[in-house]
T-cell receptor, first 113, second 112 residues
Framework: AQSVTQLGSHVSVSEGALVLLRCNYS??????LFWYVQYPNQGLQLLLK??????LVKGINGFEAEFKKSETSFHLTKPSAHMSDAAEYFC???????????FGSGTRLQVQP | GAGVSQTPSNKVTEKGKYVELRCDPI?????LYWYRQSLGQGPEFLIY????????DSGLPNDRFFAVRPEGSVSTLKIQRTERGDSAVYLC??????????FGEGSRLTVL
């Protein structure tokens, strides 16, 4: 069964610094990969998704993620953090034949002024 | 409505009681999903509907949990004989495309 591992339950960066949130996947077939964000008191929102069209995927709010098959990774990055990026971020995976997503345990991003 | 709507937003019940949680998906979305999220954890898949039928119910933890979607739109998650371990936020999502799930804000269930 497919799964994802998010390294670091909490990440703290300074405003303007690089954001790097790590996600490694385990899947027996080429997966679909996703990043979702959950702002306080809001539902989960899709940030970006990888479906094999391009290895570098750009999402909303300046985030992007790169699919690296050799490292089984799909890390999320943003060049310059903003205070409004403070939220919980979830990596998710689905096999091509299955609609349901399997989520990681999440990484809470704090942005310090 | 514009988004996925879940009711109630909060439900407090006593151990052993029956609970129903309702989800109203985005109009036209054929796929509907139920997830459960415990504190400090990611969402855990429960069940997925395509139209009226449950296409994948492999995540339901036991036979106390049941979900229906009789007309292919609104869905109800039903929990019988609730236990304290059922306390969590129950999330509903709907989608047109694979993976692009649109989530509601959840129903927080507390079992005393």
């Amino acid at each position: 069964a497919q799964s994802v591992t998010q390294l670091g339950s909490h990440v703290s960066v300074s405003e303007g610094a690089l954001v790097l949130l790590r996600c490694n996947y385990s899947s027996s077939v080429p997966p679909y990969l996703f990043w979702y964000v959950q702002y306080p008191n809001q539902g989960l929102q899709l940030l970006l998704k990888y479906t094999s069209a391009a290895t570098l995927v750009k999402g909303i709010n300046g985030f992007e993620a790169e699919f690296k098959k050799s490292e089984t990774s799909f890390h999320l990055t943003k060049p310059s953090a903003h205070m409004s990026d403070a939220a919980e971020y979830f990596c998710a995976v689905s096999d091509t034949g299955r609609r349901a997503l399997t989520f990681g345990s999440g990484t809470r991003l704090q942005v310090q002024p | 409505g514009a988004g996925v709507s879940q009711t109630p937003s909060n439900k407090v019940t006593e151990k052993g009681k029956y609970v129903e949680l309702r989800c109203d998906p985005i109009s036209g979305h054929t796929a509907l999903y139920w997830y459960r999220q415990s504190l400090g954890q990611g969402p855990e898949f429960l069940i997925y509907f395509q139209g009226t039928g449950a296409a994948d119910d492999s995540g339901l933890p036991n036979d106390r949990f049941f979900a229906v979607r009789p007309e292919g739109s609104v869905s109800t998650l039903k929990i019988q004989r609730t236990e304290r371990g059922d306390s969590a936020v129950y999330l509903c999502a709907s989608s047109l495309e694979a993976g692009e799930l649109f989530f509601g804000e959840g129903s927080r269930l507390t079992v005393l």
